[in-house]
T-cell receptor, first 112, second 110 residues
Framework: GAGVSQSPRYKVTKRGQDVALRCDPISGHVSLYWYRQALGQGPEFLTYFNYEAQQDKSGLPNDRFSAERPEGSISTLTIQRTEQRDSAMYRC??????????FGPGTRLTVL | AQRVTQPEKLLSVFKGAPVELKCNYSYSGSPELFWYVQYSRQRLQLLLRHISRESIKGFTADLNKGETSFHLKKPFAQEEDSAMYYCALSGSYNTDKLIFGTGTRLQVFP
């Protein structure tokens, strides 16, 4: 079956604009995770959901970042008033309960 | 503080040589340890986890709680092993966030 998908794959935006990044997990996966990866660094945890409930948002850097998963499937990570320091690869992963995390291809965000 | 340290950014070896990618961690508790790999133009994928104690593609990793290490080893490197390798930990088996190291790029020359 299909793996985790993310859209768009590439996003270029101007400073100050809002962006929405989408993650479509593997069907039936309970948990969904968002990570951010800056150049030369490892992925850094942002937030995760079990079903529609946001379990941990401790990694969101500030209140410009938010995420939702309203029906327990697709999730959207929204960044308001983007800044150049938000430029990074944004990775989504999903897992079954107590299962391996499967990663999507990532969205490369560039803020000009 | 929870942390994963991979001291080498780049490791270059010739085909057939042994490989050891180092990983040290700090965590107050009993973490689960993982190795993830990213081949060129592919997505990040799980290579192995310490609780399964299995060998994947000839790679093994042993958790050493005394030294807080989880080094990845392979006795004879192959060109197709060239990739980015990330060590990661979680607080409980895959139900929690992963904390990643900065990664080591392995280059295997023919």
């Amino acid at each position: 079956g299909a793996g985790v998908s993310q859209s768009p794959r590439y996003k270029v935006t101007k400073r100050g604009q809002d962006v929405a990044l989408r993650c479509d997990p593997i069907s039936g996966h309970v948990s969904l995770y968002w990570y951010r990866q800056a150049l030369g660094q490892g992925p850094e945890f942002l937030t995760y959901f079990n079903y529609e409930a946001q379990q941990d948002k401790s990694g969101l850097p500030n209140d410009r970042f938010s995420a939702e998963r309203p029906e327990g499937s697709i999730s959207t990570l929204t960044i308001q008033r983007t800044e150049q320091r938000d430029s990074a690869m944004y990775r989504c992963a999903s897992s079954a309960q107590l299962g391996e995390q499967f990663f999507g291809p990532g969205t490369r965000l560039t803020v000009l | 503080a929870q942390r994963v340290t991979q001291p080498e950014k780049l490791l270059s070896v010739f085909k057939g040589a042994p490989v050891e990618l180092k990983c040290n961690y700090s965590y107050s508790g009993s973490p689960e340890l993982f190795w993830y790999v990213q081949y060129s133009r592919q997505r990040l994928q799980l290579l192995l986890r310490h609780i399964s104690r299995e060998s994947i593609k000839g790679f093994t990793a042993d958790l050493n709680k005394g030294e807080t290490s989880f080094h990845l080893k392979k006795p004879f490197a192959q060109e197709e092993d060239s990739a980015m390798y990330y060590c990661a930990l979680s607080g409980s088996y895959n139900t929690d966030k992963l904390i990643f190291g900065t990664g080591t790029r392995l280059q295997v020359f023919p």
